[in-house]
């Protein structure tokens, strides 16, 4: 390897190390002279580098021993690399087609070598800002989160296999305290890093702050976060995660992998469409009312938990009888007890994806990392309007969770609370 | 060290090692002419050799790489050893009245050296089947529970001082999936290893292996135990791991410790006394007919668990302002919410500890491994009288456990049983 220690990598040193690694060079055919290197990182985070010619492509991705955050600086451990290639490994064994390929890794680096996921791969969330409709969307994530969280969850494996996996990623400590604070902990308490579109939301902030029972069920969900080893979760598995063309749906960026519920990862992904949502009025414009794409994501985010429970029990059913030890055949061993014991447990992930779906939604809006969905709506009132309509369901369906008996009612609120 | 690789001592090649180990050594003046050495282990999982003379004494312990269970040889790693240990100065650091003082450990050995708990303590167990009564044993082990699961558990400690002891702790996999195997599945379904007293309960096992609402209950505790590190527990609490006098009460043998649910713990406590309570009429004679003692035992029952209540929420209201990151003081800032995040976390260890007390019950009654408190009844249509009655119960609590709102409607709930 060409580089013994850590150093941030610019245009001139990534050649060096691309020379240097044959399991990239022969990805550009070792021609670097018609090579085009750009680097496209959002700079919060993390350098990615496209680097592409003729002969083929792909994308370096290092981890800075830091992100960035409103203008500070907040140092965060470059180990993330590691878990985000074991993540990505482990995800595209499960679901190579929505997982770039990793083509390499270098830990001391902190550095990944992947597929270059080429245009018209779009990041998701600018394809809803844009209201472009993605047809295979909700199979495609519905199939990713099936597998992932089944195949690593205690349905389809010894518990041997899950304490050795639970053990080693345990050591992604810091990404995960980080999910505590921001998610967890800082909407609900006066913070340096909070902040909402003031002053139209000053007194919505301060509710969030003041509610008991708020902040009753969010503890129950940090507890869950922090103690449950359901499956290995991606654990930042919202719209800017995915990259899309009409065809092709791709999950990045899992540094925040870790063994946690089930249901973060799916809240994640359905409390972003519903941010989606809730922005379109913010982008509707005489062009486009934006009506039938609002429509669209509600058909999405419906689609989206009906698949997924589709596909994770159909999973479940065809792998009864295999190694996995939370419901030994010998025991639930007639069709009544599967149906109880399947139900229970779809229905409790259900209530937990709402959870924590609501929790990500509440801290976007009031805390320290907003979307573009709204960010991107320019004025402030009207941004102000959409941000609290989705508050509003958010908190809602934070305490009621345990009411909603199915996906179909939590679309019937989303268009009870657009007015 | 004498040995450079594992070997069982015995009596020769004990005092060998002990000559060895200037920890050990020094605890008996270095007099080996006067020494006496007496092995005391069941034999079912290790050597326990008691060494004294008249300077001084203490205990080796020696994990062999077996269990022996019902005649036959059953291997498991001597590593558990190195779990006893840890569990020993963990809980000796947070508990030190209540657990023998560690002299010396020996990783390639598997051997621990410890206090000798010197007459007249014995084994819990054989003094609840001699009826003697432990004034103080309410309040010891209220005070042990408290304190190791409190400051264990992330009412007290950070998400990084967790995630790093969870990972270490899920080394224990052997001992984990062992209690996994005849606690929450060989009771439910058909294994060469249950055993009951039969043919009195014939019926009985296998109405246990034909409920399915009591299997969809007990799938829920396994998840628990598999998947929730909530705090670091013995992981084999019951009245066997308990050395008493009148004054002195000491856990012992947590080579079952790992990061779990606190109920586990409790409800082995409350599940094993509560088989102790339906032994007594078979222990009944004319000299005694025990009656008192089983008020004393009911008496023992409810004074442990709201000792346990009351200890364990004084040390959070201690500890409030504290680096536990469960609840964060800036968050949960006011009395009213306080309150509420209490009940809640309370209410649902009561019932976590009801319904693991309720599966320690009903694997000691049908499973592999059953107590002297029963055994020991040599008419076995008597025994199997008494069992009935804790087994009827048992099934009771697993399913109905969330109904119980305190531990007084549990001492109601035995006496109800006992006809």
Known sequence: MAFSEFRPLDDNS??????????????IGNDFDTLSV???????????????????????????????????????????????????????????????????????MSLIGMRYLEPPHIILRKGLIAGIEYPLLAEHMADFMAKTLFFTSLLFRTTSEHKRDVAEYCGNVELCR?????????????????????????????????????????????????????????GDLHTGSVMVTRESTQVIDPEFAFYGPMGFDIGAFLGNLILAYFSQDGHADQANDRKAYKEWILKTIEDTWNLFHHKFTALWDEHRNGAGEAYLPAI?????????????????LFHDSLGFGAAKMIRRIVGVAHVEDFESIADAAKR????????????????????????????????????
Chains 1, 2 share one sequence.
């Open 332 to 348: 639930y061993n007639n069709p009544e007890v599967q149906l109880l014991v399947q139900k229970k447990y779809m229905t409790d």
């Open 14 to 27: 990534l050649i060096e190390y691309i020379k240097s690694v044959p399991a990239l060079s022969s990805k």
């Open 178 to 234: 980080l999910t505590e604070q921001v998610v967890f902990s800082d909407p609900y308490k006066v913070s340096q890093y909070n902040r909402w579109t003031s002053p139209y939301l000053d007194r919505d902030a301060e509710a969030v702050r003041e509610d008991n029972l708020l902040k009753l069920e969010v503890a129950e969900l940090k507890s869950k976060f922090c103690e449950r080893a359901q499956a290995l979760i991606h």
């Open 38 to 108: 750009k680097e496209v990182g959002d700079g919060n985070l993390n350098f990615v580098f496209i680097v592409l010619n003729s002969t083929g492509s792909f994308v370096i991705k290092q981890a800075l021993p830091y992100i960035r955050c409103i203008g500070e600086s907040w140092p965060m451990t470059k180990e993330r690399a590691y878990f985000e290639y074991l993540g990505l490994k482990e995800e595209g064994r499960l679901s190579p087609e929505h997982v770039p390929e990793v083509y390499h890794f270098d830990r001391t």
């Open 384 to 419: 102000a309007t959409c941000e609290k309509r989705a508050l509003d369901l958010a908190k809602t369906i934070l305490k009621e969770r345990r009411k909603f008996e199915g996906i179909a009612e939590i679309v019937s609120a989303i268009r009870q609370y657009e007015s």
